[in-house]
């Protein structure tokens, strides 16, 4: 499974292509399989994208995660304090973060 993230050109934040657009949340996230390449120029052309790249991914329970510990990190914040998590309020937002 390939998925794809990248930065946000306006605000700099950690996004994750849903299929038609770019997410905050990585469980949006969707396989782009043979088109990562594709959605990835055609992205970074419109400018709405800084620096996005394809990663591979799994689903584990029907959650979409990133397979490497770094992308991870890059989904869920910080890892120092649970609060500061993109979804603070939910105990299962660093369930799998190791």
Not at 39 to 60: C, F, K, P, Q
């Amino acid at each position: 499974m390939k998925i794809l993230t990248g930065n946000d050109l306006k605000s700099g934040a950690v996004v994750w292509w849903d299929g038609s657009g770019w997410s905050l949340h990585v469980e949006d996230a969707v396989d782009a399989g043979d088109q990562a390449d594709a959605i990835l120029a055609t992205e970074s052309a419109a400018r709405r994208v800084n620096a996005a790249y394809a990663i591979d991914g799994t689903r584990a329970d029907g959650t979409v995660r990133p397979a490497h510990i770094k992308d991870r990190i890059r989904a869920l914040g910080p890892t120092v304090r649970m609060d500061l998590t993109l979804k603070p309020a939910d105990p299962e937002a660093g369930s799998w973060v190791i």
